[in-house]
């Protein structure tokens, strides 16, 4: 059974820094692209970065320079350390994940298989 998990959200002041994880079981990791979404209220869900297949980091344009995703030594683990967080970081963080994702496709959250159940972020002003 596939899980991910995440963890690490909560209540930070504008300018503060908060740092989510996610923790997958139930996948080979290997060639596994994971990343982060985040839905805000009245909002679609969007794209917030990614390691694709594993390895190499993308950003949406509004988190870059701000935030860094990586995976800890042990793979199972992603995270997404935030930085500078703004009152418009404030939403509920997604990890998803999928094992055969292409690189044109990563900013979708269709074609991600796999998801969490969320962690709350609130950046106070």
């Known amino acids: 059974q596939v899980q991910l998990v995440e963890s690490g959200g909560g209540l930070v002041q504008t300018g503060g820094s908060l740092r989510l994880s996610c923790t997958v079981s139930?996948?080979?990791?290997?060639?596994?692209?994971i990343g982060w979404f985040r839905q805000a209220p009245g909002r679609e869900r969007e794209f917030v970065a990614t390691?694709?297949?594993?390895?190499?980091?993308y950003y949406a344009d509004s988190v870059k320079g701000r935030f860094t995703i990586s995976r800890d030594n042990g793979k199972t683990t992603v995270n997404l350390q935030m930085n500078d967080l703004r009152a418009d970081d404030t939403a509920v963080y997604y990890c998803?994940?999928?094992?055969?994702?292409?690189?044109?496709?990563?900013?979708?959250?269709?074609?991600?298989?796999?998801w969490g159940q969320g962690t709350q972020v609130t950046v106070s002003s």
């Open positions: 390691l694709f297949r594993g390895r190499t980091a």
């Open positions: 139930g996948r080979n990791m290997n060639q596994y692209t």
């Open positions: 998803a994940g999928d094992t055969g994702m292409i690189l044109s496709s990563i900013r979708n959250q269709v074609n991600y298989d796999d």
